[in-house]
């Protein structure tokens, strides 16, 4: 299967005061086109930082990644930007939507970055993203009175509703209940089934479990 | 794909959006606004009552005065005349009147005999009233209003007739509450038929009191001529350019012939109204323009203030959203995205600002008319657009200036930082 992730020697420093701290120490990654990959690891392992650096929301100290055929590692500002609305959707531990938009709203936002799409069309695309994962009785309500594995579920869809070559979810089910978890859970499952390619960071062995593959990290590193 | 959105509806959008956020703290919103509102306010309305005061004291001015009079006035000969020129031509005379009045470019040269107080007897009373000699429609000429009968006309004059008008304030004195007009009564022993009464012009800006008018008989200059002075003496001309003529050119001509004719003598006096209206108009404009400046200077500050509390609120804003700035970039919202954003909440807040404003300084001036009629006058107040134009395009300035470097630090976020505050 065509690489869809590769990543070599990715690199993250960040610099508190006088002391460098070596988040990423040269991470090598590959996901191959819809594949199902579970990151794991202590915390401060650097899971999250190598999410951020493969969706695009940070750039890498040092290294080369190639997404989706196309090199970003040194991508910055509006072009990054542009690369994130397109080809990845990210998922949040604490979900991220916005309070005071409808749920609708919300999921159309990556479309209204996106440019050149009317608002009708936005809004009719993000209803149906909305159907499609069992919310369209949510319709017009806003994040607050959504249950927390509804809310999850709102960010996914607004993960999905651009399109994106890639579904990354760093601790999805960390704030939920294990009943919402589960929940959550079975919806990547089954948008991997339906071929989207997903990696998850978790902290929770049996959500690893259900991964096709683990990478496990230590110490800003990939260990196994 | 869908057909994309044309500009219009990509700027409705982020002007809607700008609403929606500026809505969600009403408040905030509209403590930031007043700065620019009051700014506004006070610009449109006191730029709006100055130009409207000044467009009414021009008028009053104008009025008063003569914007195309020369006025000659006898000095007599002078007590101490030994010169030969002074002793040889003592005084103006009617050929002096009579030469101003066929000059090319004069459309009327009046004479005057200054009134003398009389003892006036009527039907019903008695007083002492000034007496003054004037020209056929004299009266109606320096903006008097003729309230019963008539003014004094050509043939008044050229037949000597012994006819009156009468000022407002003597008739009850000499008719009570009958009609004067048409009935009879002694200048001096004399016997004169009323034609008219006449009332003075009252000035909505000047104040000046004309009231004097109204105290005065005005009979025709002939008769006064005969009866107060010595053959062929007048006390004044006063001489009037055709509407056409070049007012500076009459001018300097009349003074030339009035020169000539009195050979040097020094027995005359010529008072230039065009250029005493002018030096009015000139001042009135340099007052009101300083007061314009000052409430230009004013309202810019006033503005510049919001425009500050404009600035720290967009401040807060941003700091309040910083998370939902991260994710709005970490679903693709580029740094122009961002900017756009919050320069339309700022541009959004000084325009509603300023129009609130000007809508405000409308109603003032509204407020001032109804005032003005409390006291019983009616002040012509029309909006002064360039100050609504400036008030306006001065706030989306202030807008731009002051939303620019919270929009830029809010397009500089972090996604990352921004999303884990
Ligand atoms: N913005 C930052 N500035 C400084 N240090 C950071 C920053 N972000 C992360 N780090 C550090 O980098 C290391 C890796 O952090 P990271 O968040 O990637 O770990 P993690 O594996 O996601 O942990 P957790 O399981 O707790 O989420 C940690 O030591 C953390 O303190
Ligand atoms: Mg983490």
Same mark, same amino acid.
């Given at each position: 299967?065509?690489?869809?992730?590769?990543?070599?020697?990715?690199?993250?420093?960040?610099?508190?005061?006088?002391?460098?701290?070596?988040?990423?120490?040269?991470? %090598?990654?590959?996901?191959?086109?819809?594949?199902?990959? #579970?990151?794991?690891?202590?915390?401060?392992?650097?899971?999250?930082?190598?999410?951020?650096?493969?969706?695009?929301? %940070?750039?890498?100290?040092?290294?080369?990644?190639?997404? %989706?055929?196309?090199?970003?590692?040194?991508?910055?500002?509006?072009?990054?930007?542009?690369?994130? *609305?397109?080809?990845?959707?990210?998922?949040?531990?604490?979900? *991220?939507?916005?309070?005071?938009?409808?749920?609708?709203? *919300?999921?159309?936002?990556?479309?209204?970055?996106?440019?050149?799409?009317?608002?009708?069309?936005?809004? #009719?695309?993000?209803?149906?993203?909305?159907?499609?994962?069992?919310?369209?009785?949510?319709?017009?309500?806003?994040?607050?009175?959504?249950?927390?594995?509804?809310?999850?579920?709102?960010?996914?869809?607004?993960?999905?509703?651009?399109?994106?070559?890639?579904?990354? #979810?760093?601790?999805?089910?960390?704030?939920?209940?294990?009943? #919402?978890?589960?929940?959550?859970?079975?919806?990547?499952?089954?948008?991997?089934?339906?071929?989207?390619?997903?990696?998850?960071?978790?902290?929770?062995?049996?959500?690893?479990?259900?991964?096709?593959?683990?990478?496990?990290?230590? %110490?800003?590193?990939?260990?196994? | 794909?869908?057909?994309?959105?044309?500009?219009?509806?990509?700027?409705?959008?982020?002007?809607?959006?700008?609403?929606?956020?500026?809505?969600?703290?009403?408040?905030?919103?509209?403590?930031?606004?007043?700065?620019?509102?009051?700014?506004?306010?006070?610009?449109?309305?006191?730029?709006?009552?100055?130009?409207?005061?000044?467009?009414?004291?021009?008028?009053?001015?104008?009025?008063?005065?003569?914007?195309?009079?020369?006025?000659?006035?006898?000095?007599?000969? /002078?007590?101490?005349?030994?010169?030969?020129?002074?002793?040889?031509?003592?005084?103006?005379?009617?050929?002096?009147?009579?030469?101003?009045?066929?000059?090319?470019?004069?459309?009327? @040269?009046?004479?005057?005999? =200054?009134?003398?107080?009389?003892?006036?007897?009527?039907?019903?009373?008695?007083?002492?009233?000034?007496?003054?000699?004037?020209?056929?429609?004299?009266?109606?000429?320096?903006?008097?209003?003729?309230?019963?009968?008539?003014?004094?006309?050509?043939?008044?004059?050229?037949?000597?007739?012994?006819?009156?008008?009468?000022?407002?304030?003597?008739?009850?004195?000499?008719?009570?509450?009958?009609?004067?007009?048409?009935?009879?009564?002694?200048?001096?022993?004399?016997?004169?038929? $009323?034609?008219?009464?006449?009332?003075?012009?009252?000035?909505?800006? @000047?104040?000046?009191?004309?009231? =004097?008018?109204? /105290?005065?008989?005005?009979?025709?200059?002939?008769?006064?001529?005969?009866?107060? /002075?010595?053959?062929?003496?007048?006390?004044?001309?006063?001489?009037?350019?055709?509407?056409?003529?070049?007012?500076?050119?009459?001018?300097? /001509?009349?003074?030339? &012939?009035?020169?000539?004719?009195?050979?040097?003598?020094?027995?005359?006096?010529?008072?230039?109204?065009?250029?005493?209206?002018?030096?009015?108009?000139?001042?009135?404009?340099?007052?009101?323009?300083?007061?314009?400046?000052?409430?230009?200077?004013?309202?810019?500050?006033?503005? &510049? $203030?919001?425009?500050?509390?404009?600035?720290?609120?967009?401040?807060?804003?941003?700091?309040?959203?910083?998370?939902?700035?991260?994710?709005?970039?970490?679903?693709?919202?580029?740094?122009?995205?961002?900017?756009?954003?919050?320069?339309?909440?700022?541009?959004?807040?000084?325009?509603?600002?300023?129009?609130?404003?000007?809508?405000?300084? @409308?109603?003032?001036?509204?407020?001032?008319?109804?005032?003005?009629?409390?006291?019983?006058?009616?002040?012509?107040?029309?909006?002064? =657009?360039?100050? @609504?134009?400036?008030?306006?395009?001065?706030?989306?300035? $202030?807008?731009?200036?002051?939303?620019?470097?919270?929009?830029?630090?809010?397009?500089? &976020?972090?996604?990352?930082?921004?999303?884990?505050?």
């Amino acid at each position: 299967m065509a690489a869809l992730i590769e990543a070599r020697g990715l690199t993250k420093t960040y610099r508190l005061g006088q002391v460098d701290v070596q988040a990423l120490r040269g991470a %090598d990654v590959d996901v191959a086109r819809g594949e199902f990959v #579970a990151i794991i690891g202590p915390s401060g392992s650097g899971k999250s930082t190598l999410m951020h650096l493969l969706g695009c929301l %940070d750039t890498p100290t040092a290294g080369r990644y190639v997404l %989706d055929g196309e090199e970003v590692g040194g991508l910055h500002g509006k072009r990054l930007a542009a690369v994130r *609305n397109r080809k990845v959707g990210f998922v949040f531990q604490t979900f *991220n939507l916005m309070p005071r938009l409808s749920i609708e709203e *919300n999921v159309a936002l990556p479309l209204k970055y996106r440019g050149g799409i009317a608002r009708r069309e936005r809004r #009719a695309r993000a209803v149906a993203g909305l159907e499609a994962l069992g919310l369209g009785h949510r319709i017009g309500h806003r994040p607050e009175e959504l249950s927390g594995g509804e809310r999850q579920r709102v960010a996914i869809a607004r993960a999905l509703v651009g399109g994106p070559a890639i579904l990354m #979810a760093d601790e999805p089910t960390g704030n939920l209940d294990s009943k #919402a978890g589960a929940e959550v859970m079975r919806t990547f499952e089954a948008l991997h089934a339906a071929g989207n390619t997903v990696i998850l960071v978790t902290h929770d062995p049996n959500v690893a479990a259900r991964a096709e593959r683990t990478i496990e990290m230590a %110490d800003g590193r990939i260990v196994a | 794909m869908a057909e994309a959105p044309g500009r219009i509806a990509i700027l409705l959008e982020l002007v809607g959006d700008a609403v929606r956020e500026i809505l969600a703290h009403p408040l905030r919103s509209l403590l930031t606004l007043s700065g620019i509102v009051f700014g506004a306010a006070s610009l449109v309305s006191m730029t709006s009552i100055a130009v409207g005061m000044q467009a009414m004291a021009y008028r009053d001015l104008e009025s008063i005065g003569f914007p195309r009079s020369l006025r000659v006035r006898d000095q007599g000969p /002078r007590g101490d005349a030994t010169r030969a020129a002074d002793l040889r031509h003592p005084g103006l005379r009617i050929a002096d009147a009579e030469a101003l009045g066929a000059m090319p470019g004069v459309a009327s @040269a009046m004479p005057n005999i =200054w009134g003398t107080d009389q003892v006036i007897v009527g039907p019903a009373g008695r007083r002492i009233a000034p007496v003054e000699g004037v020209a056929a429609g004299y009266l109606t000429v320096r903006n008097n209003r003729v309230i019963a009968g008539r003014d004094l006309g050509p043939l008044d004059i050229s037949n000597v007739s012994r006819v009156v008008v009468l000022g407002e304030a003597v008739v009850a004195d000499l008719f009570g509450t009958a009609p004067p007009v048409g009935r009879t009564l002694t200048i001096g022993g004399t016997r004169f038929t $009323v034609i008219g009464v006449v009332a003075e012009q009252v000035y909505e800006m @000047a104040p000046i009191d004309n009231s =004097w008018i109204t /105290r005065r008989m005005y009979v025709p200059w002939t008769w006064a001529q005969r009866y107060f /002075r010595e053959p062929g003496r007048i006390d004044q001309v006063l001489v009037t350019a055709r509407p056409e003529a070049d007012l500076g050119d009459v001018i300097r /001509r009349a003074e030339l &012939l009035v020169r000539q004719r009195h050979g040097g003598a020094e027995d005359y006096r010529l008072i230039n109204e065009a250029a005493e209206v002018r030096a009015n108009l000139a001042m009135a404009d340099q007052v009101l323009g300083g007061w314009n400046a000052v409430m230009y200077a004013i309202s810019i500050i006033t503005i &510049l $203030v919001g425009g500050i509390g404009l600035f720290s609120v967009l401040l807060i804003s941003v700091r309040e959203r910083v998370r939902e700035i991260g994710i709005m970039k970490a679903l693709g919202a580029d740094e122009g995205d961002i900017r756009r954003l919050f320069m339309t909440e700022s541009l959004t807040l000084a325009v509603v600002g300023a129009v609130v404003g000007v809508a405000a300084g @409308a109603g003032l001036i509204v407020l001032t008319k109804w005032i003005g009629t409390q006291f019983g006058r009616q002040f012509e107040i029309p909006l002064h =657009w360039p100050g @609504a134009v400036f008030a306006i395009g001065f706030a989306i300035a $202030v807008g731009v200036l002051f939303g620019w470097y919270p929009a830029r630090r809010a397009a500089g &976020l972090d996604p990352v930082e921004a999303i884990n505050g």
